[in-house]
């Protein structure tokens, strides 16, 4: 027995990914910091290609396109005030990282922010947009990743503290994964 879902909701029954803080900066160094739910793979040989999902009026998507770069940092489970509250306003109109003090670092290549206690960061330069209505599609290829001790081992782990993501249901609701299925 199947109960009907609304077609503007069918998105909410595949949107488990983690949530990411997409890391950016504009040709000023100001850095920014946008959490992203719709983001994926496309591709991994011979390097990691992922697709994001960005609202053309969002700063992080105008940093991309000036920079032709942008980081993916993966929260912890933990940093779910961090994710809402740098959610809540647009790096155009303030500076996110002031506002809500967040501590970070700077990754390798790209130099943009890495809030600490994140779980990785994936570093990723533009390899092409495509605008649809009032998002756009942001295709980007790996440079660089690096994950925090215990989090990764030829995969995410996920069963352990230090592997737990966060995962947005929509509106204020998020979850972090549990046990492996044997
Ligand atoms: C959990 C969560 C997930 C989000 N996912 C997306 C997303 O996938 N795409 C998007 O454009 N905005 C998404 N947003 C909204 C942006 O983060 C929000 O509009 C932000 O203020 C844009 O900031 P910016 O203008 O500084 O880039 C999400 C917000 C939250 C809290």
Redesign the pocket.
Known sequence: MYLNVPTNEAYKLLNAGP?IILSTSDMEEHL?L?????HSPVDFDPVTKILL???IK???FFNILETGKFVICIPHATQVKL??D???????KEN?LEKFQVEYALSEKCQFAVPNGTIAYIECKKLRVIEEDA?AIIIGEVIFAKAIKGSYRDRLISEKEAGKTLH?LGKDIFFQPGDLVE
Request: proline share 4%; net charge positive.
């Open positions: 949530v920014n946008t959490p992203i739910s719709w999902v960005t609202d969002n700063k992080a994710v809402k740098l959610g809540s306003c647009s790096g155009f996110k998002v947005h």
